[in-house]
DNA sequence: AAACGTAATTATGAATTCATTATTCAGTCA
DNA sequence: TGACTGAATAATGAATTCATAATTACGTTT
């Protein structure tokens, strides 16, 4: 372990953008809800300048909206906001791919077969949580094997941003199908090290997964109507 | 044009967060330098509240750092930096290229026409001032012209992160001539709408920055030692 | 009863105050 | 002389206070 973790300085208004963030992620704080400053404060326990100072890193993050006298509202996930995020993720994940081919060590490798593996099994069971663990842990591991800061950074908050996503469209049984055939094609790039073949099926896997969100959510609306 | 330009600013945070961003990016606020709250505040003219609120957002930006009961220090862009952020800003203009080319409208087209020409007149005329100006025009049109809030916002993100980069290392009289020819490929591309040609392209473009900007560092630091 | 206008209440933006942590510097001792 | 101790000072994190804008509630008018 690292002499500088075993200390840990850790000031309130961190904290606070790391609650906040998993509230408006995890679906706790609903979209266009408003965020009423006491109310907040109360509940977790802190003053109003922690929690504003909060606030704000999450508006220029994305997560909430400020309106001057008028507070913060949680930011909606709108359609076309999937729309655009999506595009930016599959560049971020191209340029992973190709890194992380260069750039993993064996061992890596060998923790995201054991993961590839747990997702197959994942997706036999038809565990949806156990599945979207392993698939995370998979492309986390990609995202971290690029050995580039920035990259991780930007693809963190935009994957964060369209993560409510999940729960607004279920997967089918058809794109779950798809995804494991996509993710079997990344194991193959990976295994011969092809760079730019990793990148390219990323970026196709992440531009799929937002058609089948669309598809979901058109029907979804057909029904509503 | 977006919605909320029509909503005027008047929350001091905001501006000092545009304020602040701007004295990192145009080098007057030193990288590595402390930044003390109290004489800001003053020669600003606002309390520390408002202050402290524009440093977490700047840190969350990544323009400084801070430290718990230690303060914020301007954050250096290191060469690592520069390295791990130019991919990601050629896989961004990458994008942009490809979306901006099918989206752009013909006076949009025309206009970045105009500004090219602009460009080359400064190029003949050796005028650094103008060309960064008509260089730094056609771009933003083509990240506008991508339609996508997302990836103009990273984008704008990212490349005032690398912006005083120009301020360590001057255009070579190489470097130069090989810009113009990649912008020459930009316009080529864009004329015949060849999205995927003009994508490639400007990404190449921002990868070759990179690399003159690591050599023009490496030449610096011999003639340092 | 509905619509408008004004007063009361509430919420927010910003300044100030308080408490705690770093830093500086003088003094002591080896 | 040089390194260590500890008090004094300065800077930061967080709470509180104050001023102002927004919202609500109520009464008046038609």
Known sequence: MNLT???????????????????????????????????????????????REALKVLASEGFVILQANRGARVASVTREELENTFPVLAALEQLAGELACRNLEPAEIEWIETCHKAMLQAYRARDRQAYFKANQDIHQALIRGARNDILENHHKLLAARVRRARFMANLSEERWAQAIEEHETMMAMLRVENAEGLGQIMKLHMMNKLAALVKALETEEETAN
Request: with cysteine.
């Open 5 to 51: 973790d075993s200390i840990k300085r850790t000031t309130l208004h961190e904290e606070l953008v790391e609650r906040l963030r998993d509230l408006v992620v995890e679906d706790v704080l609903k979209p266009g809800e408003k965020v009423p400053e006491k109310q907040l404060c109360d509940s977790l326990g802190v003053s109003r300048t922690p929690l």
